[in-house]
């Protein structure tokens, strides 16, 4: 009956602490709250791997967090190493004995953490996520519980919904940019709007420039714009 008002306490509290909001403050959200509701959890941060191989952390609640990341990546080995790029999940009770972490064990531990797992959150094929979990006790973490479960998936919606809102917001932050570009493009040649957005779009064509980052060029740097437009 405890086992049960726990899990409906923390899902509870989850619910409330991992309300959907922009990308950025839902990944604080999501390692303040790591903090806050799982058991023996002392800090916490996100590793994302992005396409290109590269790995960055967000949302750290502490700075030493970041640097023991770091020293994941640059070792290539760790629990949030291995959750970001090879496996769902990976726990080391036992960080400094852990034979799977020989370099990285020995510094965690000289920073007084004894205990680390990583949850992952999501995968796309731009990207994925890992939830990183840190203690100064050792012993923690050798079941991810019901909880913690529990706690990775509500994490994993907020973080999709998150996206998806950050995706919607550069959609229409793309569009206005490009609109103020266009204006620029009519003010300038005295075209219409849609002459002057043909030449924009022509002129991403010839140079090899995306439309979004062309048009930002074209704001920050206006006297280098084409002297004859109709002449492309």
Request: proline share 4%; glycine share 4%; charged share 25%.
């Given at each position: 009956?405890?086992?049960?008002?726990?899990?409906?306490?923390?899902?509870r509290r989850l619910s409330?602490?991992?309300?959907?909001?922009?990308?950025?403050?839902?990944?604080?959200?999501?390692?303040?709250?790591?903090?806050?509701?799982?058991?023996?959890?002392?800090?916490?941060?996100?590793?994302?791997?992005?396409?290109?191989?590269?790995?960055?952390?967000?949302?750290?609640?502490?700075?030493?967090?970041?640097?023991?990341?770091?020293?994941?990546?640059?070792?290539?080995?760790?629990?949030?190493?291995?959750?970001?790029?090879?496996?769902?999940?990976?726990?080391?009770?036992?960080?400094?004995?852990?034979?799977?972490?020989?370099?990285?064990?020995?510094?965690?531990?000289?920073?007084?953490?004894?205990?680390?797992?990583?949850?992952?959150?999501?995968?796309?094929?731009?990207?994925?996520?890992?939830?990183?979990?840190?203690?100064?006790?050792?012993?923690?973490?050798?079941?991810?519980?019901?909880?913690?479960?529990?706690?990775?998936?509500?994490?994993?919606?907020?973080?999709?919904?998150?996206?998806?809102?950050?995706?919607?917001?550069?959609?229409?932050?793309?569009?206005?940019?490009?609109?103020?570009?266009?204006?620029?493009?009519?003010?300038?040649?005295?075209?219409?709007?849609?002459?002057?957005?043909?030449?924009?779009?022509?002129?991403?064509?010839?140079?090899?420039?995306?439309?979004?980052?062309?048009?930002?060029?074209?704001?920050?740097?206006?006297?280098?714009?084409?002297?004859?437009?109709?002449?492309?």
């Amino acid at each position: 009956m405890d086992q049960h008002l726990n899990l409906v306490e923390a899902s509870r509290r989850l619910s409330e602490a991992l309300a959907p909001d922009d990308l950025d403050r839902t990944l604080e959200r999501i390692t303040a709250a790591a903090v806050e509701v799982l058991p023996d959890v002392e800090y916490a941060s996100i590793t994302v791997k992005h396409a290109d191989g590269r790995l960055e952390t967000f949302a750290p609640t502490d700075q030493l967090i970041c640097d023991l990341d770091a020293a994941q990546y640059d070792l290539l080995e760790g629990p949030c190493y291995d959750a970001a790029t090879e496996t769902m999940h990976a726990a080391a009770p036992y960080l400094a004995t852990d034979s799977r972490f020989p370099a990285y064990g020995p510094i965690a531990a000289a920073a007084g953490i004894e205990a680390q797992a990583g949850i992952r959150l999501y995968d796309s094929p731009a990207s994925n996520g890992a939830l990183n979990l840190y203690s100064t006790r050792p012993g923690v973490f050798e079941d991810l519980t019901t909880v913690g479960q529990l706690f990775a998936h509500q994490a994993a919606v907020a973080l999709s919904y998150a996206r998806q809102i950050d995706q919607l917001q550069q959609a229409v932050e793309t569009r206005q940019l490009i609109g103020q570009a266009v204006g620029v493009i009519m003010e300038r040649f005295d075209l219409s709007d849609a002459r002057a957005f043909s030449f924009l779009t022509r002129l991403s064509q010839d140079t090899n420039v995306k439309l979004r980052v062309l048009a930002q060029r074209l704001l920050d740097e206006r006297s280098n714009l084409p002297q004859d437009a109709d002449s492309r």
